[in-house]
């Protein structure tokens, strides 16, 4: 079980975007990288391609970023927390807060 996967919110701890809050667009190389919306935008130089209708010039991309560099953020204490797994009795597996000890989400 992954303990950051798409969808949840994060917060940035290091970096130029320290202390900037974002979604999980997606996860990638089984979690050390993640695409997170409105983190690590860069401006890239594109060349035109006139055979694929692309125009040149300056856009904005939004590159990976690494899976260390972000917590899970805790909604309840309104900081980055750290995210453990339990199994509760029935078998589910489940992630939780370990400052605040609540369940994030109900796995299978």
Known sequence: MKKIRKGDEIIVITGKDKGKRGIVLSVLLKGKKLLV???????KHVKANPNADER?????????????????????????????????????????????????????
Do not use: C, H, W
């Open 37 to 43: 919306d409105g983190i690590n935008t860069v401006k």
């Open 56 to 108: 040149g010039g300056i856009v904005l991309k939004t590159l990976p970023i690494q899976g260390s560099n972000v917590m899970l953020y805790n909604p309840a204490t309104q900081k980055g927390s750290r995210v453990g797994i339990r199994v509760l009795e029935d078998g589910r597996k489940v992630r939780y807060f370990k400052s605040t000890d609540e369940v994030v989400d109900v796995g299978v």
